[in-house]
Nanobody, 127 residues
Framework: QVQLVESGGGLVQYGGSLRLSCAAS?????????MGWFRQAPGQEREFVAA????????GYADSVKGRFTISRDFAKSTISLQMNSLKSEDTAAYYC???????????????????WGQGTQVTVSS
């Protein structure tokens, strides 16, 4: 079992920044696991935001956040972070950390590549 705890959400003004963190733990967590962030706005389906591969050498982003968001991971702390800059109203959503099996191939970003999910942290961008 893998436990994921997100933090860092909150209320921010349009154009502002936030940094989300996700701490992973549990007996089956592998520090080289695929890790990523998804989000879900009210009335909408959950969507991919960003992912990072097993060694941190490959990252992927949704087109809507490219150039504004940066995902990173800290192997020593078993955490990933999402630095969000130039936030827009459309970034308002619950953000979920996700973990998937170790994969040494091409970075996967689809939801079915992830099998453990956090409880989510709310990000609200005010205009």
């Amino acid at each position: 079992q893998v436990q994921l705890v997100e933090s860092g959400g909150g209320l921010v003004q349009y154009g502002g920044s936030l940094r989300l963190s996700c701490a992973a733990s549990g007996p089956t967590f592998d520090k080289y696991s695929l890790m990523g962030w998804f989000r879900q706005a009210p009335g909408q389906e959950r969507e991919f935001v960003a992912a990072i591969n097993w060694n941190g050498g490959s990252t992927g982003y949704a087109d809507s956040v490219k150039g504004r968001f940066t995902i990173s991971r800290d192997f020593a702390k078993s955490t990933i972070s999402l630095q969000m800059n130039s936030l827009k109203s459309e970034d308002t959503a619950a953000y979920y950390c996700a973990v998937g099996p170790v994969n040494y191939g091409r970075l996967r970003t689809s939801q079915d590549a992830f099998n453990n999910w956090g409880q989510g942290t709310q990000v609200t961008v005010s205009s």
